[in-house]
Nanobody, 114 residues
């Protein structure tokens, strides 16, 4: 089973996107969930995480601009991205935190033009 992120696209700097990721209940219910991204030539990094009880963490680079949330009834985690910058361009993935190798999906491309 892989987690499939969706909602990416091409947006101008300053714009917004909302990413979604649905998981099975067995994966979602008791795990912290994270959004990760990988830019060309860079390592994959954790952007935001949310615990099973709703406690959030953000990387400094996105703090104040991105918001992670989860809908436990829908087993879905979201990433609202506002004030996007060209340096946010990357493939975005969702996974548990810490991540499970078997759950990496193809991700969704986010491209921010200047």
């Amino acid at each position: 089973v892989q987690l499939q992120a969706s909602g990416g696209g091409l947006v101008q700097a300053g714009g917004s996107l909302r990413l979604s990721c649905a998981a099975s209940g067995s994966i979602f219910r008791f795990n912290a969930m994270g959004w990760y991204r990988q830019a060309p030539g860079k390592q994959r990094e954790l952007v935001a995480r949310i615990s099973s009880t709703g406690t959030t963490f953000y990387a400094n680079s996105v703090k104040g601009r991105f918001t992670i949330s989860r809908d436990n009834a829908k087993n879905t985690v979201y990433l609202q991205m506002n004030s996007l910058k060209p340096e946010d361009t990357a493939v975005y993935y969702c996974n548990t935190d810490p991540p499970l190798r078997s759950l990496w999906g193809q991700g969704t491309q986010v491209t921010v033009s200047s």
